[in-house]
């Protein structure tokens, strides 16, 4: 009789294919914000002091204002689900945008275990959209890495396989 014990780790497995956000890069995306989600067991306040270190220099570079780097969005917290779980998620976000969008439609970042480290990561889950086939990806980026690496991707400065090149981030 064999003894199956379930895993610990979240499962990181993508969509063969992702949910087509290509249409939204006809919306303004000037006041978009990265998704934070996570995978593993943080409380709302630990998630939140996160968000803030990963979005304080940018907001400090904007003088405090306009819109922040990366937000909690309304359901955040996939603790014990998948990645697939969380980028049907992503794309139910914008469906109710009008004209203007909320969230980065295209790209988001999740915690994973292990981002308490000395050298912490961050999963980047992105969709190619100059791939025709929609195809998804993600690489892990480090914390101290994250100013970087978001702005530089909403600023259009770089695209994200560019980044993971470019910061030496490991595929997952």
Excluded: C
Aim: glycine share 6%; aromatic share 12%; charged share 30%.
């Amino acid at each position: 009789m064999s003894t199956t014990f379930a895993s610990n780790q979240p499962d990181l497995s993508l969509p063969s294919s992702g949910p087509n956000w290509t249409p939204y890069d006809e919306y303004n995306q000037d006041d978009t914000s990265f998704a934070l989600y996570t995978l593993t067991s943080l409380s709302k306040s630990e998630l939140e002091d996160l968000r803030d270190a990963l979005d304080n220099e940018w907001w400090e570079k904007q003088g405090k204002e306009g819109t922040h780097l990366i937000r909690l969005p309304p359901k955040y917290d996939f603790s014990g689900k998948s990645l697939k779980d969380i980028v049907k998620s992503h794309d139910e976000l914008n469906r109710q945008h009008g004209d203007e969008l909320e969230w980065y439609p295209s790209a988001f970042v999740v915690v994973v275990d292990g981002f308490r480290e000395k050298d912490g990561a961050l999963l980047f889950v992105y969709e190619d959209t100059e791939d025709e086939g929609r195809a998804m990806s993600s690489f892990k980026f480090p914390i101290k890495q994250a100013y970087m690496v978001l702005s530089s991707i909403m600023f259009g400065d770089e695209d994200p396989k560019d980044i993971e090149a470019n910061y030496k981030a490991s595929q997952v």
